[in-house]
RNA sequence: GCCGGGGUAGCUCAGACGGUCAGAGCAACGCUCUUGUAAAGCGAAGGUCAGGGGUUCGAAUCCCCUCCCCGGCUCCA
């Protein structure tokens, strides 16, 4: 057959002659596409193994190691190697699904005994074997009755293989396994899993991988569902990068702002007070003031109109809201008063309708927003508390805009526009995603037109942003669809922070009203917007993006004096009232200490400047400037600095990601 | 809520086959030192070993229950 051939190209336009029946991974060759490490080829617009045959005219593209569909196929592929280590030690283990996820992998497994530590250290010595080992991954297409018969004794792996012809309809009769071969020159004894592909063509392809921890998980995500053991682990194209992502781990660790908190004396979790309950010490208030102050006065520039709105109110509140049918078990239990029941808020939102429905509204009036940093309280499961980021009391900069529907499109632009303006003032640039989320499937309120309509405003609204969106399938609250605003951080982790969200839904179940032109009653469209999303998350997001090194405008100490001598007390004082004169937030360490062991505490601390003061400073009425990162600066004159100190605080400069970290 | 791992002084941690195992460093307190850029010296003090129950001659150590924390799952701002 070798004198039929097939012509090849890659997406540059180059082309090879090859013999017919050649591989993707020869054609690659042939191309002369691989260099470096390619883990696959992207055939026609697919990615596929090396190994597969190509047919004539086909386009050819390489899959780098070190992209991230690279990387997707090696983690999947070492998810394999995982399992088959698994199944060779412990010889009963049934196995779920392992896919490629951020930064790694997972596998999951119904075993007898949960997994040890030390049972990870045997794994992952057992994968290594394998790696050696140079296993060849072979692709091998069945039919659905081979597949249920070669996977009969994997009740998890059937489940699957049932749900194939459902979901791909009568063309899916062919399924896909992947099969190890365990012994290259020998009887072609294989470890095979279910698997559409694509992966490495051998193990010995794995450059370096790791174990990390093992956690309890319910098959399909469903905690009716059993609990499975799940493994996680990363892969990475070398052992430079598996290093590289071990240390970013480990800063991320060191971040923690649970962590942080306590050593930067900023938030408390005493546990008297019960789990998801924090306290804001004093220096933590400070900069929680000036997030607050921030957040008011722009909020008020914006035009909305605050309202303060009590913590507890009637039941009844949240019957009428929906609230207590379809959030009922995120609420604290009622409390018995005069033959009514009262609940802790959980959300803000019945308390600004009654706002707006203390009187007759005009259409003269809309857009009506009203604004609060409210503090709600939900009782969250014991097992999902996370210090700030998901805590059972929080705060949230909520608002509630009231329209008419020509008036929303706008009203959601403004918010978006306003999100982001939150986000680049407190350092965390522009959005790095936005989601627009639509109905949910189940315990969904109100009409299709109705969320039909919230759905297009909110994207509308997005798209008129210019900023790219996706769509979250039916995550919406219950009551509407929403968008929500991602931010990335300076170590590069997402997080989402603001929520907008459309309801038509409440202000029916308010009868709320206003006034038209017409003198006629209509109803007006609500939106529910937090743009910190909640204060405290927020806060913890700034503490770990910052690592504590605040800009100066937040940070609870913006300057302390440190004296040589205590003879240099008297000047010191002076400075800090010069300083506090111009509303600077400034302090004199008047402790018993060496200066060394001072500029020490202070730079851990993370003050942005430290101003050390003695004889000559005190003669000239200067200060020597330590900031918390750079360059030092001697003799400044006390005015000058406090003119600068004054002048960066009140631009609100955020400094650097990487300072002070 | 579920699976797994934890809880020793304010903080970080040692001690754990049951028997001088109640320990260290830092912080806080007292005294001395008065300092020119990331930890001065000395002293005294500090703990129902998370709480409760059990096994034992004897429990920080073994067993049970509860509380709290951590990593995940589910859920979420």
């Known amino acids: 057959m070798s004198e039929q051939q097939i012509v090849v190209k890659d997406p540059q336009g180059a082309s090879a002659a090859l013999p017919a029946g050649a591989s993707a991974g020869d054609a690659l060759k042939a191309l002369g596409a691989i260099r470096g490490q390619v883990l696959a080829a992207n055939v026609d617009g697919q990615v596929r193994d090396l190994g597969t045959p190509i047919s004539d005219g086909a386009t050819v593209a390489p899959v780098p190691a070190d992209s991230d569909e690279g990387r997707e196929i090696l983690r999947h592929s070492v998810a394999h190697i995982m399992a088959q280590a698994v199944t060779d030690l412990f010889t009963d283990a049934k196995f779920a699904i392992g896919p490629p996820i951020t930064d790694g992998f997972y596998y999951d497994f119904d075993v007898a005994e949960p997994f040890t530590p030390e049972d990870l250290q045997r794994i992952e010595d057992r994968m290594h074997e394998i790696v050696r080992a140079d296993q060849v991954f072979r692709r091998r297409d069945l039919s659905k009755a081979e597949a249920l018969e070669l996977f009969a004794d994997q009740p998890y792996k059937l489940e699957i293989i049932e749900g194939v012809d459902e979901a791909e309809g009568a063309a899916g009769q062919v399924v896909s396994v992947y099969e190890n071969v365990r012994d290259r020159d020998g009887d072609g004894q294989a470890w095979v899993d279910l698997c559409r592909g694509p992966h490495i063509p051998t193990t010995k392809w794995v450059p370096a991988f790791a174990l990390q921890r093992v956690a309890g998980a319910y098959w399909r995500g469903d905690e009716s569902n059993p609990m499975l053991q799940r493994i996680y682990g990363t892969a990475w194209e070398s052992r430079k990068a598996l290093a590289a992502h071990?240390?970013?781990?480990?800063?991320?660790?060191?971040?923690?702002?649970?962590?942080?908190?306590?050593?930067?004396?900023?938030?408390?979790?005493?546990?008297?007070?019960?789990?998801?309950?924090?306290?804001?010490?004093?220096?933590?208030?400070?900069?929680?003031?000036?997030?607050?102050?921030?957040?008011?006065?722009?909020?008020?520039?914006?035009?909305?109109?605050?309202?303060?709105?009590?913590?507890?109110?009637?039941?009844?509140?949240?019957?009428?809201?929906?609230h207590l049918e379809n959030y009922g078990d995120l609420m604290f239990p009622g409390m018995e008063v005069e033959a009514a029941t009262y609940r802790l808020k959980p959300m803000n939102c019945p308390f600004h309708i009654l706002a707006f429905t203390s009187r007759t509204r005009s259409y003269r009036e809309l857009p009506l927003r009203l604004s609060e940093l409210g503090t709600v309280y939900r009782y969250e499961r014991s097992g999902v508390?996370?210090?700030?980021?998901?805590?059972?009391?929080?705060?949230?900069?909520?608002?509630?805009?009231?329209?008419?529907?020509?008036?929303?499109?706008?009203?959601?632009?403004?918010?978006?526009?306003?999100?982001?303006?939150?986000?680049?003032?407190?350092?965390?640039?522009?959005?790095?995603?936005?989601?627009?989320?639509?109905?949910?499937?189940?315990?969904?309120?109100?009409?299709?037109?109705?969320?039909?309509?919230?759905?297009?405003?909110?994207?509308?609204?997005?798209?008129?942003?210019?900023?790219?969106?996706?769509?979250?399938?039916?995550?919406?609250?219950?009551?509407?669809?929403?968008?929500?605003?991602?931010?990335?951080?300076?170590?590069?982790?997402?997080?989402?922070?603001?929520?907008?969200?459309?309801?038509?839904?409440?202000?029916?179940?308010?009868?709320?009203?206003?006034?038209?032109?017409?003198?006629?009653?209509?109803?007006?469209?609500?939106?529910?917007?937090?743009?910190?999303?909640?204060?405290?998350?927020?806060?913890?997001?700034?503490?770990?993006?910052?690592?504590?090194?605040?800009?100066?405008?937040?940070?609870?100490?913006?300057?302390?004096?440190?004296?040589?001598?205590?003879?240099?007390?008297?000047?010191?004082?002076?400075?800090?009232?010069?300083?506090?004169?111009?509303?600077?937030?400034?302090?004199?360490?008047d402790s018993d200490e060496t200066m060394g062991a001072k500029i020490r505490r202070h730079q851990i601390a993370k003050v942005p400047y430290q101003l050390i003061v003695g004889d000559d400073e005190a003669a000239e009425r200067t200060v020597s400037v330590r900031p918390r990162a750079g360059q030092q600066r001697k003799g400044v004159a006390l005015d000058d600095f406090a003119a600068e100190l004054a002048r960066e605080v009140a631009a609100r400069e955020a400094l650097p990601a990487s300072s002070g970290a």
């Not at 923690?256 to 306290?279: C, N, T, Y």
């Not at 919406?476 to 990335?488: L, M, S, T």
């Open 246 to 322: 071990l240390e970013q781990l480990e800063e991320a660790r060191k971040r923690d702002h649970r962590k942080l908190g306590r050593q930067l004396e900023l938030v408390a979790f005493p546990e008297e007070l019960g789990p998801g309950i924090a306290i804001f010490l004093p220096k933590g208030a400070i900069v929680r003031k000036e997030m607050e102050d921030w957040i008011r006065a722009e909020t008020l520039q914006r035009g909305y109109q605050p309202v303060y709105t009590p913590h507890i109110g009637r039941e009844e509140l949240w019957q009428i809201s929906g």
């Open 385 to 589: 508390v996370n210090g700030l980021l998901r805590a059972r009391g929080f705060t949230q900069d909520d608002s509630h805009i009231f329209c008419r529907p020509e008036q929303l499109v706008g009203e959601i632009a403004g918010c978006i526009t306003f999100a982001r303006d939150v986000l680049r003032t407190f350092g965390l640039g522009d959005p790095s995603r936005v989601a627009v989320s639509t109905r949910p499937a189940q315990k969904a309120i109100g009409t299709d037109e109705q969320w039909a309509h919230g759905e297009a405003a909110l994207k509308e609204a997005a798209a008129a942003s210019g900023l790219d969106y996706t769509i979250d399938e039916g995550e919406g609250a219950f009551y509407g669809p929403k968008i929500d605003v991602h931010a990335r951080d300076a170590i590069g982790r997402e997080w989402q922070l603001s929520t907008i969200q459309v309801d038509f839904n409440l202000p029916a179940r308010f009868d709320m009203a206003y006034t038209g032109t017409d003198g006629a009653p209509h109803q007006p469209i609500m939106v529910h917007r937090a743009l910190f999303g909640s204060i405290e998350r927020f806060f913890a997001v700034l503490l770990e993006s910052t690592a504590g090194a605040f800009p100066a405008w937040l940070a609870p100490i913006q300057a302390v004096v440190v004296p040589i001598a205590d003879r240099h007390h008297p000047y010191g004082d002076q400075v800090v009232a010069h300083l506090a004169a111009q509303g600077l937030r400034a302090e004199l360490d």
